[in-house]
């Protein structure tokens, strides 16, 4: 009889250990943590996103939906025939490694529009021609943001 009570009182002790270990046991923390940002948090391009052709010198409309989201910087990539982030194809130009960051300062990410003037672009000045370019949008101090999911080219005027 005793050892009938030994098991039942064991069987329970492990039970009752593993559910409290179930309902307590909480995983580990990732390396970055979101705690003061919607886990839903999300941008998307809306324009160019792929496909377009503008005149050089042209005025470029940049859409994106957001939401979540307080402030963005917005940037155009130009890849080289690899697919790799480069320098424009004229050699005339020099990016920052391909880069040309348009906006200087955050801008309200529920705007949701930003326009490329036709004689200013940000820190690159006017934007070269090109046919393999993408635009970025993305927060401020976060890696949340979009890429255009294809290339646009600006030509000739």
Known sequence: ??????????GVVIVGGVLAYQYYWQPEKSSVENTN????????IL????????????????????????NVYISA??????????????DEYTFNNGEC?????PISAAS???IIKKDF?????????GSRIKIE???QGTNIKDLSDNYFSIIGE
Do not use: H
Not at 37 to 44: A, D
Not at 121 to 126: E, F, I, P
């Open 1 to 10: 009889m005793v050892a009938i009570l030994i098991i039942v009182i064991v």
């Open 37 to 44: 940002r919607n886990p839903q948090s999300i941008i998307t």
């Open 47 to 70: 324009s160019p996103n792929g496909g377009e052709i503008f005149n050089q010198g042209q005025d470029i409309s940049i859409k994106w939906a957001s939401r979540g989201i307080d």
């Open 77 to 90: 990539y130009y890849f080289d025939t690899n697919g790799n982030i480069g320098n424009p194809e004229l």
């Open 101 to 105: 960051r348009l906006t200087y300062e």
């Open 112 to 114: 949701g529009q930003y």
């Open 121 to 129: 672009s940000g820190r690159c000045g006017k934007l070269p021609i």
């Open 137 to 139: 949008v993305s927060e």
